[in-house]
């Protein structure tokens, strides 16, 4: 079955640190881009975080930029978003979605994290809870 599984979420208090893990099964990850989207309740989807196929490119929104880090370790066909200096406003559902026909770069990253890109594959999501 081809699909993404994420995992590594839970309840953290501000200040902490997470890191959420992208799996892929069924397919090789390394020639997709992989992105992080999350979702707060009452809130749209939002994108957070991209990495390209080829260069390991990547881009942030501002609002995570200095403190989120997205990396791949192809060995284990996985993409983490390393999470550090959480704070509440980063509780939400927390997904990936990969694709393997765009060509990521600076224009193609916005459209991309507006999470309206027909992406190939979604994950089911982990919740991130920051709180004291």
């Known amino acids: 079955q081809l699909q993404l599984v994420e995992s590594g979420g839970g309840l953290v208090q501000p200040g902490g640190s997470l890191r959420l893990s992208c799996v892929a099964s069924?397919?090789?990850?390394?020639?997709?881009?992989v992105g992080w989207f999350r979702q707060a309740p009452g809130k749209e989807r939002e994108g957070v975080s991209c990495i390209s196929g080829n260069d390991e490119s990547t881009f942030y929104v501002d609002s995570v930029k200095g403190r989120f880090t997205i990396l791949r370790d192809n060995a284990k066909n996985t993409v983490y978003l390393q999470m550090d200096s959480l704070e509440p406003g980063d509780t939400a559902i927390y997904y990936c979605?990969?694709?393997?026909?765009?060509?990521?770069?600076?224009?193609?990253?916005?459209?991309?994290?507006?999470?309206?890109?027909?992406?190939?594959?979604w994950g089911q999501g982990t919740q991130v809870t920051v709180s004291s």
């Open positions: 069924g397919f090789t990850l390394d020639t997709y881009v």
């Open positions: 979605a990969a694709d393997r026909s765009l060509f990521l770069n600076s224009a193609t990253s916005t459209t991309f994290l507006s999470g309206t890109y027909p992406v190939d594959f």
